[in-house]
């Protein structure tokens, strides 16, 4: 099994930055993924950024040049810095990991954290 707990949402105006982080626990053998998951209300979750134990990154276009997603394997810990912030960027974001047993793939989720940007 593995834990992911989510840190660093809040409130922040247009323009501004915040950093997320991630901490993983558990059974972290074999994550090959990790990544950052957004849902605003109505609408369905969204990819925001994702990374491969290769270091690999992949980014939504909508935030593309504004967000980057890092990671610290020491810590078991990934990161996401959101700089120059928009009102459409407001939602709950969710850590997610990827990891492989027995050759399938297995997903796990944070409970969310949430980020509000104002105008």
């Known amino acids: 099994q593995v834990q992911l707990v989510e840190s660093g949402g809040g409130l922040v105006q247009a323009g501004g930055s915040l950093r997320l982080s991630c901490a993983a626990s558990?059974?972290?053998?074999?994550?090959?993924?990790m990544g950052w998951y957004r849902q605003a209300p109505g609408k369905q979750r969204e990819l925001v950024a994702t990374?491969?134990?290769?270091?690999?990154?992949n980014y939504a276009d909508s935030v593309k040049g504004r967000f980057t997603i890092s990671r610290d394997s020491a810590k078991n810990t990934v990161y996401l810095q959101m700089n120059s912030l928009k009102p459409e960027d407001t939602a709950v974001y969710y850590c997610?990991?990827?990891?492989?047993?027995?050759?399938?793939?297995?997903?796990?989720w944070g409970q969310g954290t949430q980020v509000t940007v104002s105008s």
């Open positions: 558990g059974s972290i053998f074999s994550i090959n993924a």
């Open positions: 990374i491969t134990s290769s270091g690999r990154t």
């Open positions: 997610n990991a990827e990891r492989i047993v027995m050759g399938i793939p297995r997903n796990y």
